[in-house]
C-alpha cells in the first residue's frame, strides 16, 4: 500500500475498493484496481470516482477538457491527466496510449464523460445531436474498443460506462440525451455477452438525478422538486462497489430499477404516470 496522502472521503467510501471473497475463477483478480483510467475526471461523478479510487491506493489516468479542474484532481489524487476532447475522432487512441505508457496494464476503465442537452427535439441543431452522440456513444465505444484487446489479452479488466435513468426510460425534453444513454445499455450488454469467460467484466451504472454541474452545463438548471439530486460521492462509491463485484449494472438510487419495471411491465400505465408527474 502506497504511503501517499490519502484524500478524504466519505465514511465507509474505502470499504467498496476492498478485496472480493469471491469464487476462485469467476471475478478477475483485478479488484481493488492498481490502475484506472476515468473519463470526465474533472467534474461530477467521475472526479469522485477519481477521488475514491486514489484513497484506496489506485493510481489513474484522468481524462477530461479543462486542464485546471484536471490539475486540481491530479494534485488531490497524485494521479496522471491528459486534457483531450473526446468528441475529436482518434482521442481515444490518445488516451490509451498515454494510459500504457504511464500505467502499463490497466485494471479498471471507467467512462463517466458525457454532456446533457435539454429542450424541444425539434428545435434542437443537427450539430448539437452530432456532438451529444460524439461524446456519449462514440467516445466510450471507441475508448473501450482501443482499451479492450490488452484487458482480453491479459483476461483481466473492469469496465464501468455510466448510463442513464434517461437511456432507460426515456425523459421529454432530453429526447438526444436519452437517446444517446439508451444507446449504452446496448453497448454494455452486448459486450458483456460477447466477453463473458474472458476475464473481463462490464458494469452499466444507471445514476438518477445527481447533484453536479451537469445541468448547468446544459443550460437548463434542474427544476423538479422530486426526486431531489443526489450527492456525486454516492454515486461513485455505488457503481465502483458494484464494478469490483463483477455486476451488470447498478441503480443509483436503487429504487429506479422499481420504476423501470413498471415502465417494461405496463407500459401505457407508465405513460399515463409519466404524463401527470412529469
Ligand atoms: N448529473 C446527473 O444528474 C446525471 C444523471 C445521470 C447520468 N449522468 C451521467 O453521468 C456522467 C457524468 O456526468 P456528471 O453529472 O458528473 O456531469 P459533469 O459534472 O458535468 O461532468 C461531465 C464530465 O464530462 C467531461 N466531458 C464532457 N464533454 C467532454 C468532451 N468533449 N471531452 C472530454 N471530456 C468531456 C467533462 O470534462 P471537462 O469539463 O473537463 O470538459 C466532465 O469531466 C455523464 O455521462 C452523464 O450523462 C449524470
Redesign the pocket.
Known amino acids: 500500500m502506497s504511503t501517499r496522502s490519502r484524500p478524504a472521503f466519505r465514511e465507509g467510501g474505502l470499504t467498496v475498493l476492498a478485496n472480493r471473497t469471491t469464487r476462485p475463477g469467476v471475478v478477475p483478480a483485478t479488484w481493488p484496481p492498481r490502475t484506472a483510467v476515468v473519463?470526465?475526471?474533472?467534474?461530477?461523478?467521475?472526479?469522485e470516482a477519481a477521488l475514491l479510487l486514489a484513497a484506496g491506493g489506485c493510481s489513474s489516468l484522468l481524462?477530461?477538457?479543462?486542464g485546471a479542474?484536471?490539475d486540481e484532481v491530479a494534485a488531490a489524487t497524485e494521479g496522471h491527466r491528459i486534457?483531450?476532447?473526446?468528441?475529436e475522432p482518434g482521442?481515444e487512441l490518445a488516451v490509451a496510449s498515454r494510459a500504457s505508457e504511464l500505467l502499463g496494464d490497466v485494471d479498471l476503465l471507467v467512462c463517466?464523460?458525457?454532456?446533457?442537452a435539454a429542450g424541444p427535439y425539434d428545435m434542437m441543431s443537427p450539430d448539437a445531436i452530432a456532438q451529444l452522440v460524439?461524446?456519449?456513444v462514440l467516445?466510450p465505444m471507441t475508448l473501450v474498443r482501443a482499451m479492450l484487446p490488452a484487458m482480453l489479452d491479459r483476461g483481466q479488466g473492469r469496465i464501468l460506462i455510466?448510463?442513464?435513468?434517461?437511456g432507460a426510460l426515456g425523459v421529454r425534453g432530453e429526447v438526444a440525451?436519452s437517446a444517446t444513454?439508451a444507446a449504452m445499455v446496448g453497448f454494455a450488454d452486448a459486450l458483456r455477452a460477447e466477453v463473458a469467460g474472458r476475464g473481463v467484466t462490464v458494469t452499466l451504472c444507471v445514476?438518477?438525478?445527481?447533484?453536479?454541474?451537469?445541468?448547468h452545463?446544459r443550460g437548463a438548471p434542474?427544476v423538479r422538486r422530486w426526486p431531489r439530486?443526489i450527492p456525486?460521492a454516492l454515486v461513485a462509491e455505488r457503481m465502483l462497489e458494484a464494478t469490483g463485484r463483477g455486476r451488470a449494472d447498478v441503480w443509483v438510487p436503487g429504487w429506479l430499477r422499481g420504476a423501470v419495471r413498471v415502465h417494461g411491465a405496463a407500459p401505457s400505465m407508465y405513460r399515463k404516470l409519466a404524463g401527470v408527474f412529469g
Open positions: 473519463t470526465g475526471a474533472s467534474s461530477g461523478i467521475g472526479r481524462v477530461g477538457r479543462n479542474a484536471l486534457a483531450v476532447d473526446l468528441a482521442s463517466s464523460a458525457g454532456l446533457g460524439a461524446v456519449n467516445s455510466v448510463g442513464s435513468i434517461a440525451y444513454k445514476p438518477g438525478v445527481v447533484d453536479t454541474p451537469f445541468f452545463r434542474y439530486p456525486a
